[in-house]
C-alpha cells in the first residue's frame, strides 16, 4: 500500500534537475484508478513545461478534484459520466473566479480528460464528450502607468536602502578585519569571530548554537541574533532594494528578473563607458538585453556589483542550481533565492515602510514602455527596451500614450500637406526653436544616399528633439528616412555604400571587431542589399553604375 501512494507522488524539477515541488495524486480524495490515470496523463502532458507552468496545471488538476468530491463522485468507479465535463463547467460557473481562468481550467482537464480516454478503458464512459461552451476571455487586467514622479520616490527609497545595507555589511566587514576598533567593536569583533567559527565559516542558527560551549551568549543575548547575522549576511529584506530598483532600471518581467545570473553584467561591444544587463527569459526562450551609463552611479550594473560583494560568501553554501543566482540572500537553512510570494510580501512591506502608494512590479514593464516612447517620440525605442520581437506587442503595452502621439504626428503632416497645396511647395522640414537648427526648404542627405526628413526630429533612439541627428547609420530603420528608388543618384549611392561596407566588414574581421561592425553596419548593409536594391529596375541600376564613381562615401571606422 505504501508503494502505491509512492507511485501517485509526481516531483516537479527545476531546469537544473532540482525537485522544486512534490505534488501528491493520492491526497485529492478521489478514486485511486482516476488518480493513477490522472497522474499518467499529468506527466505525459506536462513534463516538458515549465516549473510554473506545471504547478498551474496542477492547481487546475486540484479544483477538478473538488469537484468530484463535492458532487460525490466517483466514491467507486463506475466509469465517468459522460458529460462530466459540462457538469464541471456548471459548477465552475458557481465559483469566485473570473471566466479567462475557468475557462483555463476547463482546458487543462479536458486535455487530461482526452489522454485518458485515449489511454485507459474502464475509467470514462466511452461516449465522453469534450465540447463543452467556453467561457468569454477577460480583457487582461491593465494596471496604470506610473508617474515619473512616483517612480523617483520609489526609486529614492531603494537607493536610501542599499545604502544602510551597504553600510551595515561594511562595517559587519570591518568589525572581521579588525580594522580601527574601539572597545565595542572590538567584543563585537570576538564574538563574530567565536560565532563564525562554531556556524563553520558561516553565521549558526539558534538551533545550531543549542548545547554548544563557547558561545557567546551575553553579547548575542544584548545585540540580538538577526542584528548579529545581517552583519555578514544579507536576509531577504536586504536584497529587495536592489532587485526593485534592477527592475525598474530594467522594464524587466518580474519573474524573468528574479533568476537574473550573477554574470548578467556584460561590456558594450561599442562603446568603454556603457555596460548591458543581460538575462533569458524563459517563457519565449530568448535572451533580453539593456544597456546602462556607467557614469551614472545608481545604474543597474553597478547595483550588480554592489551585490556581488554584499551577498557573495552566500554562493558556497546555496544549492547547485541557484550558485548563478544574482539575488541570493541568507535563509534558514543556507542561502536561497527568495521565491515569487517572498518578493510579493516585501514588496508590501516596502511600500509600508517608505508610505509609498500601492504598486505592483508589473507596472513597470508598461511604465518604462511609455517612458521611452515619450522620450523618442515613436514605438522603436521603446521595443528595444523591452526586448519584443514584433512592434505590436510594444504596442499594447503603450497604447493610450502611443495614440496620443499618434495624433500629434497626424496632426503636423496634415498641416503640412494642406500648406503644401496651397503653395505648390514642397513639404518643409520643420521649424525647430533652437539655434543650431537650420530652416532648409528641401530634405537633408546623409552618409548612405538617404534622405532625412527632419535631423532635427528627436526620433532616433540616442537623439533628442531640436538636436542633429548623428545616428547615420540608423537611417535605414528610421521613420524620417527617405528613399527614391527611381533616382539613378540615389541608386549610385546606394551601390557605392554596398561595396565601402563590404570593405570595412572584410577589414573588421581582420582587424578583430567584427562585432562591433556588425552592431554599427549590419543592419543597413542588409536592408540595402535585401530590401531596397532588389525593387530597384535593372535599367535603374545600370544607369546608377555610371555614376558610382563620382559618389563619396566617408572611411568607416
Known sequence: MKNVAATLVVKIEDRYGQTRTEVDFGSLGIDANLAVALKDAFEALTGQNSLESRRQTWRCIRKFASFLVEIGEPVVLPP??????????????????????????INDVKRHIAWISRNTTKILDPSISLNVPTFPRN????????GRPVVKTILAACYDEIDDVVKRMEYGRRILAGEGL??????????????????GNHFPSMPELAGKKGVPRKILMSYGHNNFKRLVEPSPEDIFPFYLAILIQCSGNPMSMRELKRDCVRPNPLRDDRRRIVWMKERSNREQVADFSIIKPRSAPLLVEQLLQINGLLVDRAKPSERDMLFLA???????????????????RFIARNKLPIFDFKQFRATGAVYHVEEAGEIGLAQGRLNHRFRSTTTAYVQK???????RLINRFQGELVRES??????????????????????????????????FAGIVEG????????????????????????????????LKTCSVLTETRNRAIAEGWEERFRKLYGGIQKIIEEDLLPQTSPRMIEKAHALVGTVKVPFLE
Open 80 to 105: 465517468l459520466d459522460r458529460k462530466i465535463l459540462e457538469h464541471f463547467r456548471t459548477w465552475l460557473s458557481n465559483q469566485k473566479l473570473i471566466d479567462s481562468t475557468r475557462q483555463s481550467h
Open 139 to 146: 480583457e487582461p487586467e491593465s494596471l496604470p502607468v506610473l
Open 182 to 199: 574601539n572597545d565595542s567593536d572590538k567584543r563585537l569583533n570576538v564574538a563574530l569571530t567565536q560565532l563564525l567559527l562554531l556556524g
Open 330 to 348: 541568507s535563509g534558514r537553512s543556507g542561502a536561497t533565492l527568495p521565491c515569487h510570494q517572498t518578493l510579493h510580501n516585501l514588496l508590501e
Open 401 to 407: 500614450s502611443l495614440a496620443q502621439s499618434n495624433d
Open 422 to 455: 496651397k503653395t505648390g511647395a514642397p513639404i518643409a522640414i520643420r521649424d525647430v526653436r533652437n539655434s543650431e537648427a537650420p530652416s532648409p526648404t528641401t530634405y537633408a542627405e546623409t552618409v548612405f544616399g538617404f534622405e532625412c526628413k527632419d535631423p
Open 463 to 494: 537623439t533628442k528633439q531640436g538636436k542633429r541627428c548623428m545616428k547615420f547609420e540608423g537611417c535605414a530603420t528610421c521613420p524620417g528616412a527617405v528613399v527614391v528608388l527611381d533616382d539613378a543618384v540615389v541608386i549610385a549611392k546606394l
